[in-house]
């Protein structure tokens, strides 16, 4: 089970730091995704970090300003985003899998949250 937090509003330029906590010891050797959902869109990848942190991957339009980590010890990943513009507003899940290379694509991915809204004013 997977379960987000720390959405909420933000004025443009603003940060915010969202945490996904995992239940059960599989996490630790998952890779892990964060995915993100706007209305009346498709359903975005944004960043991906594989199990001992030795793969990162972003998205272009978030590179440089979103960082994705983990703490296994804590079993919970991260997501900080700074300098946020409104269009990055939308529903971010974050996501597991159990393959080692961490994918790009939503059904590479098994286990799902149900997201958090972050809302990014102008």
């Known amino acids: 089970q997977l379960v987000e937090s720390g959405g909420g509003l933000v004025q443009a330029g603003g940060s915010l730091r969202l945490s996904c906590t995992a239940s059960?010891?599989?996490?630790?050797?998952?890779?892990m995704a964060w995915f993100r959902q706007a209305s009346e869109e498709e359903r975005e990848f944004v960043a991906a970090i594989n199990w001992d942190d030795s793969i990162i991957i972003y998205v272009d339009s978030v590179r440089g300003r979103f960082t994705i980590s983990r703490d296994n010890a804590e079993n919970t990943g991260y997501l900080q985003m700074n300098r946020l513009k409104p269009e990055d507003s939308a529903v971010y899940y974050c996501?597991?899998?159990?393959?080692?290379?961490?994918?790009?694509?939503?059904?590479?991915?098994?286990?799902w949250g149900p997201g958090t809204q972050v809302t990014v004013s102008s």
């Open positions: 059960g010891r599989a996490f630790t050797t998952q890779s």
């Open positions: 996501a597991t899998s159990t393959a080692t290379l961490p994918g790009q694509l939503w059904n590479d991915y098994t286990y």
